[in-house]
C-alpha cells in the first residue's frame, strides 16, 4: 500500500466514514466492530494475516487462534453448535469441509453474493466444493490439482526422453499407465518401480469418478474405484511397485533415490503423483541429490488433492467484515498475486495465473514452468463430487482395498464387507 493511501484511509477513519482500501474493497460500517476473530488449523492464514492483512487493513484487529488439524474440529464443533465463543471466520481442511459446508445457513453465513462479485475470474472447482443448495459458503485462495512427478534420468533411461511432453503419452490413460509400468520393470531388469507405493493410486482414480460416494441416498461404487482395486492389486502382484506404505520411511526414501527392498537390493522409482503442495513440502525437502532431476506431468487422470476453504459464522456480530476479510484472502488480485510470487502456490484467482503463470522456472525441475502447468490442470478438476461423507466412507474403503491387494481377501468379499461397514455406520 502506497503511504499516501494510508494517510487517506487514516483520515476517512478518523471521520468516521467508509473507507476504501488500496485493494478497492469496502471496508466494515461503522456500525461493527474493527476486530475480527480467526481460528484456523494452518500457519499460512497466520501468515496471510501478519505479513498481508493486516498490512492493508492496519485499522482492523484480528484475533487469531492455530489448533492442530486432528484436533480442529473438536474445537470448532461444540462453539458453532451453541454460539458461545464462535470465532467469526475459520479455516475448513479438504478432509472436513463439506462436513461444514452441507450445514449451510445453519451453521454458516452465505457468500454467495461475495462469489457472484468475483466468479469470472475463478477457478470454478474451489466454490463448487464450498457450495451446498445453490448457495456458496467457503471460499478458497489455492488450487491443489495433483501431478505425476518423475524423474528425468530414469525417464531418459528407460522411456528414451525426458521431456514432459513426450513422457505424457506414455501416462495418457490408464491403460498406457500400466503398459508403462511393465515396459518399466521390463527395460530395468526389475529395478525400476512406476510407483514406489500403490496408495499414490487413490487420489487419481477418485479424480476420476463420474459421482459422488452417495446417490440418492445409496452408496454407489464408481467403476473408477474398481479400476483402482484392480490396479493396485495388478502393480502389487506383477511387482510394478515398491510396496512401501504412503507417507512411510520407505516412501521418502523413494524420493532420495535410495529405497532397497526386503533383500536390500536398490529399487528405482520412476515416480510419484503428488498435488502442487506436494511440490514444495513433500518432494523438495525429501529429494535430497535427486533435486533438479525431476518433472511433471499431468498424468492419467485429473485430480485435486487437499486444499484450505475460509468460511464465517452465521452468527457473527461482523458479517460485512468476515465477508471482507474472505473476499481479500481468496480472490483479491493484489494480495493473492503477491501471495503467488512469495510462495509459488497455485492460487484460485485466474486473473492471478493468467498474469504470472509464463514466468515461473523451476529449478528442482530443472526449469520447468510447474506453474502454467498446474494452472491449466485446476481447470479441469471437478469440484462437486465432494460430500461430508467422504471421510468416513473412505476409511471403510481403504481397509477393503487393502485386504484384497494384500491376498486378505477376494475382491467380492472386500466389496462385500466396505458395503456392509457402510450400512451399519453410516446408513447407506
Not at 171 to 177: I, L, P, R, V
Not at 265 to 283: D, I, R, S
Not at 318 to 335: C, E, H, M, Q, W
Request: a negative charge.
Amino acid at each position: 500500500m502506497k503511504k499516501s493511501h494510508v494517510i487517506f484511509a487514516s483520515v476517512v477513519a478518523a471521520a468516521m466514514i467508509l473507507s476504501v482500501t488500496s485493494c478497492g474493497k469496502k471496508a466494515a460500517s461503522k456500525e461493527e466492530a474493527k476486530k475480527l476473530v480467526v481460528w484456523s488449523f494452518t500457519d499460512e492464514l497466520q501468515t496471510m494475516i501478519d505479513k498481508y492483512y493486516k498490512v492493508d487493513h492496519p485499522d482492523i484487529e484480528v484475533e487469531y487462534s492455530l489448533t492442530p488439524t486432528d484436533q480442529f474440529p473438536n474445537k470448532l464443533d461444540p462453539v458453532l453448535a451453541s454460539g458461545n465463543g464462535a470465532p467469526d471466520v475459520f479455516a475448513l481442511e479438504d478432509a472436513f469441509v463439506r462436513k461444514y459446508i452441507e450445514q449451510g445457513d445453519n451453521l454458516l453465513l452465505d457468500l454467495t453474493d461475495v462469489y457472484n462479485e468475483i466468479k469470472s475470474k475463478m477457478i470454478p472447482y474451489p466454490a463448487e466444493v464450498g457450495s451446498y443448495n445453490g448457495k456458496v459458503y467457503g471460499l478458497s485462495w489455492q488450487a491443489a490439482p495433483g501431478a505425476y512427478f518423475y524423474r528425468r534420468s530414469l525417464a531418459k533411461k528407460y522411456l528414451g526422453s525426458d521431456d514432459p511432453a513426450t513422457v505424457q503419452k506414455s501416462f495418457a490413460n490408464w491403460d498406457t499407465f500400466l503398459k508403462t509400468a511393465r515396459d518399466l520393470k521390463k527395460a530395468s531388469g526389475g529395478k525400476c518401480v512406476i510407483l514406489s507405493t500403490t496408495g499414490d493410486l487413490f487420489k487419481p482414480f477418485q479424480g476420476a469418478r463420474k459421482g459422488p460416494w452417495i446417490q440418492g441416498g445409496k452408496l454407489v461404487v464408481d467403476p473408477a474405484m474398481e479400476k483402482y482395486m484392480e490396479m493396485a492389486k495388478t502393480l502389487h502382484d506383477e511387482g510394478l511397485e515398491g510396496r512401501q506404505g504412503q507417507w512411510s520411511e520407505g516412501w521418502f526414501a523413494g524420493f532420495k533415490g535410495e529405497l532397497k527392498d526386503e533383500s536390500g537390493k536398490a529399487v528405482e522409482v520412476f515416480g510419484t503423483f503428488l498435488p502442487t503442495w506436494g511440490l514444495h513440502y513433500v518432494l523438495k525437502p525429501n529429494a535430497g541429490n535427486t533435486a533438479g532431476d525431476w518433472a511433471m506431468i499431468a498424468g492419467p487422470a485429473p485430480y485435486r488433492w487437499g486444499g484450505t476453504w475460509v468460511a464465517a459464522y452465521k452468527g457473527t456480530k461482523v458479517p460485512n467484515l468476515a465477508k471482507d476479510f474472505i473476499k481479500y484472502v481468496a480472490t483479491d488480485d493484489g494480495f493473492l498475486t503477491r501471495w503467488a510470487k512469495d510462495t509459488g502456490d497455485v492460487v484460485s484467482n485466474n486473473n492471478v495465473i493468467n498474469a504470472i503463470k509464463d514466468t515461473y522456472s523451476e529449478p528442482f525441475l530443472n526449469g520447468q514452468n510447474h506453474y502454467a502447468e498446474f494452472a491449466e490442470m485446476a481447470n479441469h478438476v471437478d469440484g462437486k463430487l465432494n460430500q461430508g461423507t467422504d471421510q468416513a466412507v473412505e476409511g471403510f474403503w481403504g481397509e477393503a482395498v487393502g485386504s484384497y491387494v494384500n491376498g486378505e481377501k477376494s475382491k467380492a468379499d472386500a466389496l462385500a464387507d466396505f458395503k456392509k461397514h457402510v450400512a451399519d455406520e453410516l446408513g447407506f
